[in-house]
């Protein structure tokens, strides 16, 4: 369309006039409240649609699936070609000079050996070539108080706001300079952390650890936690196990059981809040209850979750409760804890519930105190004001002039996250100013400007039960991923070059079209921040040091601490493209408040995408996929000179690394042909006694299947003092289709993993509400007092987790757990959580 | 130059999981992810996107056809799906909002090729308005204003920057107002 002419009503000539974009605060043109009228309009045209017409079967959506996929294959030659030439163009064209405004300090190319096009085979670099500036552009300065606090935001906001607020080339404004992911993640950067830290590999423990209480028929130390990254820090999870109880979460409901002997009874349940409330919607459209996770220490739990929720009393409007018409224009990003009282383990309470601003990062536990990191958009919700006359320099100069009038009127309360206590967020409780959630004096931000959003870790005493915040210490930006050892905690922050405005709006000039899809940015201004911090027992987490390398961190298992030596995988490459250039491991050590780097290596995988990297004491280990897959040993013994010490190429990959023993690397992933598609779960052990020369000892196939393990690591389970690893498969082809678990018993020395047996979890069919009845998945009709008959075509129901307890193996599914034996892996009991109809 | 990969045109990026970059094909994971799943998701799935659909193009018919073509286009991805209903709903509106450029060539000469099937019970100038406006801006105001979804993630939904959805919006309210207001 063109450009919409302005009208005579809205913009006499000469006498520029501006407007609130929510047509909430109007400054000088009278707002008619049509987003109202328009949300109105289109929640009632779409029940237009409803209720006359089914879903058509859905094999025929899996029909035009196949036509695709053979279209796809067809282009894949060509555009893999094409995917090298972009990138080759890419790498060669100059770096500087090529954005406007404000670029970070250190130069466009900081580690010294990022995107150098045609550099042979993998090699080290020693020490000396990091550019020392780095560390001291992102380290952290604190804010003496709310007053210097807002003296710098303002000073940098108003750097930066433009005529449509922080609308920057690379909306990274607002977004406080983070990283737009693509679908990957729900929000910017923070979001993909938790979705990413699901696909990982990194240094875990090689037996499991757990807070253990009171004593039991089971012995506390043959209990298994599920997979963490690191010993003796426990994460999130959707069941925790100790000795006397095993506790579930599982489509909203918290589920106890309590363990007779080896064998769990169901013992009770309590339904967490459902996001059903005009105040609160789900994150992601889906099943709200899919993001919850649980912490246990002592007879307390704390649920994680998140929800949009109202921010404040609704506007003075009617309520639009009505499911998907809602309008959510007042909801911000929050992340809820909600405390649960487990004393009696039949009759679990809900106690207290926290609603922080902010998005859910990432959670750890240690000796009973959670670190809950929070990250915070702060920015998005200022008032800003647009020009009345897109591309009219008068105009958007008036915008900017009022827009940095807005950013000046901006309290402390609109750059602080803040929290709010209440079960229900009544428009009572909303009425009332929440608490700010991180005290300036705790507040630092970078030296070099990173980004408006605020990363905060939050302190909770689970153990007393508590869920309310304390001893937060906040970070001016926006929360990449998170790493912690038992004694420290590692941030990064992941930003892109900032712009400060330059007076001119791209693409709205009147008389040109609107911008076309966007450029992201070079990959090369995509630089990462890392923060360390002190974690003590109890108290405060206190800010040590920082560094900062330019690329991406692959996922929160690209991090590890040994030795005092910090170790970071990141990728050097567009985020946004078909292909990723290259890979480096860098080694830091703290010194003098700063992390300053002691070494790289790179050339690791080029053109080729990361799919996991692992920490094993002194050796790294990194598979990269294309068509093969290069499982890489890197030297780390000594840090300054890191090299790669092995390379063994394979057909297919590993999604997940996982130390099985001295010198034994299990690794499940995909087999794939020659041509790179995949073929099926393929589950290897490598032997890595030699970090020279790797080896592939064993390997079991199961064709057209996946494992959730190859998303989330916390599926996986390896138990040392029997040395079983538990492996969950679905696999959708064949006669007796596996939809399980296989357990492997992996000796030291063997040549081979042995197939221990399969578990396999009984479906439970789904239930409907009594009285309601309801279709479920395979034309299976439920009556009307709940009960569903078995499906047609009983296969098992997929395997969520696999925990120890005592000398039997627990595995999760929907439906409940299935006990077997630890030594054979024979089924023993299968319990429902719930109730028989 | 390197345009951000949208789902109705090219492979999505689907980062965390399997991971599709890279000219890797997960074909066979997808179909070993589980049918079962699938199909819930689809019979849950398919109406809110039908609706999505619906008032993106203001055509039943039509809505119907795009949103079976994404849901082909999940289904094939399914294995390494993390986020099947962002994914989903970026697929719909990126699809209408082509359907949608493609029939704007027709718009002129033949109006009423464009309501076909519409139920006019009752005249209606705001979505009649809608109808006016450019694809991409309509879906970006149903995006806004039906799904509720913030900026940050209307940009994900339509590949684009977050300062284009702002003016997108504004644009598109701007016009609306001009329109049903003068």
Redesign the interface.
Known sequence: MSPNAPSASDAPENEPKVFDASGAMDTTVSISGIEGRLADSLGRRASDVDGTRAAPPVARVMDRSRQLGARRQALRGAVSVAAVLVVLALLLVPRTGDRPGGDVAGGSDATGTGGVAGVDGPRGDGAGRAAPNLALASSLQPFGSCDDFLGWVRTEAKKRVGPFGFTSRDSSGSGGGFVEDSFSSGRGGARSDREQSENQSRLSPLDQSQTRYATSPVDEASVSGTNTEEVGVDEPDIIKADPRRVITLLNGVLTTYSLDGVTPRLAGSVKLPTFDSSSMSPVRGGDPSAELSLLLAGDRAVVLSEAYVASGPPPGQADRSSGASSYYGRQVRTTILTGVDLTDLAAPKLTETVHITGSYVSARVVGGKARVVVSSDTATDLPFLYPSISGDKASEDAAVAANQRVIDNAGIERWVPTYRTGSALTTEVLAKPPTPLVDCANARHPTEFAGFGMVSVVSLDVAAGSVTPVDTVGVVATADKVYATPEHLYMSTTRVAAPEYDGTTPGTTVGTVLPGPSTPNPAESVRTAIHKFAVPVSGRPEYRASGELTGVLLNDFALSEHDGVLRAATTHASLYGTTMAESYVTTFREDGGALKQLGQVGGLGRNEQIQSVRFVGTVGYVVTFRQIDPLYTIDLADPVSPKVAGELKLLGYSAYLHPVGPGRLLGIGQDATAQGQTLGTKISLFDVADPATPKELSTTTVPMSSSIVEQDYRAFLWWGPTSLAMVPVRQAVGTDPLVGAIGFRIEADAPAAAEVGRVVNPIMGLWCPPGVGCVVPGGVTCAANGECPPPENPIGDPILRSVVVGDGVLTLSAGGLQASSLATLAPRAWVPNRPSI | ???????SDQ?????????T?????????A??????????F??AQ???M???A??ALGS?ER??DVV??A???V??RW?AM??????L??AVVNACRDDGRRLARYRHREPSLLEPEA?EDQP?E??DALSR??P??RAA??LR????L????I??AL??????V??????A??????E??P
């Open positions: 130059m390197r345009a951000r990969t949208r789902p492979d999505p990026v689907v980062r965390p999981g399997g991971g970059e890279g000219g890797q094909e997960i074909n066979a994971a179909q070993a992810h589980g049918s079962d799943d699938f199909e819930a689809y019979l398919w109406q809110p039908v609706r999505l619906y008032l039943r809505a119907e079976q073509d849901f082909a286009r289904h094939l294995g993390v986020q099947p209903v962002a994914y709903r970026a139920v209606d705001l979505w406006l450019a991409r801006q105001l149903v204003y039906y799904e509720g913030q900026e940050p993630e940009a994900e590949g684009v920057r977050r300062g284009t702002k003016s997108l919006l504004h644009r309210i701007q016009q609306l107002r001009e049903i207001e």
